[in-house]
């Protein structure tokens, strides 16, 4: 049955999601074939796939010719799409038409990376009719503004959990149907949960969230060095190579 954003909102509190970031149509198969309740094409496809060094790179062009690969396998999970670097912080109609494009080329849902600061936009295009997941704490595309990437809110109480919650809280009074909490720290993550009425969707953030989300690349072992938190379930980057090794020895012993 087709997920839609009512299904990830009523999940809260009822089972736990299951989320994949993939970026083309095989991959996109196998994760709603596996049971993925949301595919996002994330724009962790910088570092994952198109070989830079992290998200900063990836253009709204990127995001929308993957959307469009993703949508065409008909996932039953829902189709996330996200907003790439920069593009969020643009007059309102510039960012309208980018969510408009991502719509219109198959993604069901944006997600946004960012607090407070951006509550505003995420109202108005949630009356536009584009649903909105948020993402808060690590956010991937501030990279070289905190000189690399960290667990947020490891103090209790400190001026950092409280904005890490003030931006969670902003983002779903603007009307976001879910939030990714971006390697917070468990007490940060459990507090989160318990003060959000939509469901915070972890990553490097430990179990007490109300689901989870992974790059199927690390979830498949196909990652060179996967982080972590991220555990492989299996082990494909080496039985690729073995493959090809076998036939490229059978290729090189039939053509002598
Ligand atoms: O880009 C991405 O894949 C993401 C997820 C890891 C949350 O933002």
Not at 73 to 85: C, G, M, N, R, S
Not at 125 to 138: N, R, S
Request: proline share 5%; glycine share 10%; with cysteine.
């Amino acid at each position: 049955m087709k997920t839609t954003t009512k299904t990830i909102r009523l999940a809260k509190g009822e089972r736990a999601l299951a989320c994949l970031t993939v970026y083309d149509a095989v991959t996109a198969r196998i994760a709603s074939n596996g049971g993925a309740d949301l595919v996002l094409i994330g724009d962790s496809m910088g570092n994952t796939v198109l070989g830079f060094e992290n998200s900063v790179p990836v253009t709204l062009e990127m995001i929308e010719h993957h959307t469009a690969a993703v949508a065409r396998a008909k996932p039953d999970a829902l189709i996330v799409a996200d907003i790439p670097f920069a593009v969020a912080h643009d007059e309102f109609s510039a960012v309208l038409h980018a969510c408009a494009r991502l719509m219109r080329t198959g993604a069901e849902a944006v997600k946004i990376e960012g607090g407070v600061a951006l509550a505003p936009l995420v109202t108005r295009l949630t009356a536009a009719g584009i649903p909105v997941c948020g993402h808060v704490g690590l956010q991937p595309q501030q990279v070289f503004q905190l000189g690399g990437y960290r667990k947020f809110g490891t103090t209790e109480g400190s001026d950092e959990v409280e904005s890490v919650i003030a931006d969670a809280l902003a983002i779903e009074r603007a009307g976001a149907f879910a939030i990714v909490g971006e390697m917070l720290s468990r007490p940060l993550a459990a507090k989160l949960r318990d003060e959000l009425v939509i469901p915070l969707i972890g990553i490097g953030s430990g179990p007490t969230c109300d689901g989870q989300i992974l790059v199927i690349h690390d979830l498949l072992g196909l990652t060179e060095k996967p982080p972590a938190f991220a555990k492989p379930y299996a082990n494909l980057g080496t039985d690729a190579v073995n493959a090809v090794t076998r036939w490229v020895t059978d290729v090189r012993a039939a053509n002598t």
